[in-house]
């Protein structure tokens, strides 16, 4: 009988729940606007002589690298973060090796490192999910090769301060430190400009989320140049389909689509916030283009009304420390006006339910 890995087998299944999305998704943190009309007319160009050859990524790497202020030796382009983040783990862990993962935290970080053989330490984060510094430090040993932490934080959009990530780097020389700065626009502040000085430091950028090209799977890892140049022997040279790489340069230059859709979702942020302390919804303070609030045991109906008006949102209960959690992704501030109405007639209507009840 053939048999896999026994960290392949042992592996938990992650099915994202894709099936089915009509509606106004705010359920995958991605754009809800689009795309930039910029890549829309570069792909409207794309004819059977780009199809047919094979892909060259190096040019789009210098390209993207000098957007970034980067030697291109910096920059490695990957298929979406989800690549970055195997690559990392192939390159840097073995069976017996430890990844710590900050809790609750994207999915991927533990499922690929699982999957090498490694042993994945969850370190809880601190009151009000910020970022958990001294438990980090704690966790620390010689078998610690991969420390994953995103930058705000997906899903309760917390974020870590910037000395408390080159501390935790500076600390752990033995590991990778990967920064995934999937939401960096939505946030502002960023290490990126600290890989020159850190030779463990790796940041991940993506364009599934303010750029909105999640469907085309494209992602950048910048990291010290003698440890790119390890993953770039590890990652197939195809990695990056030629559509992708057709219109990532076109993306990068259209700043102004990038800059209005985060100026939109920050206003809305702002004002979905407002809305959930008016009606006495804990939440947690996002920096991303998302916000977590505490819905407790209406948790499920909450999801289910708001997919009843066709707004899909997601329900994080099964997350660490999340139960009665919900996410709802940020949109355009057209979208907003009307997602925030339905939430107050939804929240009205199950209120006065429990008040009949009781
Ligand atoms: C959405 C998300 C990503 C994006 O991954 P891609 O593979 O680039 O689509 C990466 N990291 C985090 C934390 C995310 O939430």
Redesign the pocket.
């Known amino acids: 009988m053939l048999k896999p890995r026994p960290a392949i087998r042992n592996l938990k299944e992650y099915r994202p729940p894709l099936a089915g999305r009509t509606g106004l998704r705010l359920d995958f943190?991605e754009n809800t606007q689009g795309v930039s009309t910029r890549v829309l007319e570069k792909l409207r160009t794309i004819d059977a002589e780009q199809l047919t050859r094979y892909p060259e990524r190096e040019p789009v790497e210098t390209l993207i690298a000098g957007f970034l202020q980067l030697e291109p030796e910096q920059l490695l382009l990957t298929n979406?973060?989800?690549e970055a983040i195997q690559l990392l783990c192939h390159t840097y862990l073995d069976t017996g090796d430890r990844a710590l993962v900050v809790v609750p935290t994207?999915a991927m970080y533990e499922l690929l490192a699982a999957s090498t053989g490694a042993e994945v330490i969850p370190v809880p984060a601190g009151s009000n999910f910020c970022f958990p510094l001294e438990s980090l430090l704690h966790s620390l040993d010689s078998r610690t090769r991969l420390i994953a932490i995103?930058n705000p934080n997906?899903p309760t959009g917390a974020v870590a301060p910037s000395d408390q990530l080159l501390l935790l780097a500076r600390a752990a020389p033995q590991a990778a430190i990967l920064i995934?700065e999937?939401y960096f626009e939505f946030f502002g502040q960023t290490v990126l400009n600290e890989i020159a000085n850190l030779p463990n430091l790796f940041v991940a950028r993506?364009f599934?989320?303010a750029y909105g090209m999640?469907g085309l799977r494209a992602?950048i890892l910048a990291g010290p140049a003698t440890q790119i140049r390890l993953l770039r022997k590890a990652a197939s040279p195809y990695n990056v389909n030629a559509i992708a790489l057709a219109c990532l340069p076109e993306a990068m230059r259209d700043h102004q689509f990038v800059d209005r859709y985060v100026a939109e979702v920050r206003h809305g942020r702002a004002r979905l916030q407002n809305l959930l302390a008016d009606l006495g919804i804990p939440y947690w303070p996002s920096q991303a283009n998302f916000v977590l609030a505490q819905f407790g045991g209406c948790a499920s109906q909450f999801v289910a009304a708001m997919a009843q008006h066709n707004i899909l949102v997601r329900d994080r209960s099964c997350d660490y420390g999340c139960a009665g959690c919900v996410r709802i992704t940020l949109g355009t501030t057209e979208q907003m006006d009307r997602v925030l109405a339905v939430m107050k007639s939804i929240l009205n209507e199950l209120r006065n339910r429990e008040r009949a009840l009781a």
Do not use: P
Request: net charge negative; no cysteine; charged share 20%.
């Open positions: 943190n979406g973060v989800d994207f995103a997906n995934d999937a993506t599934s989320k999640a992602g």
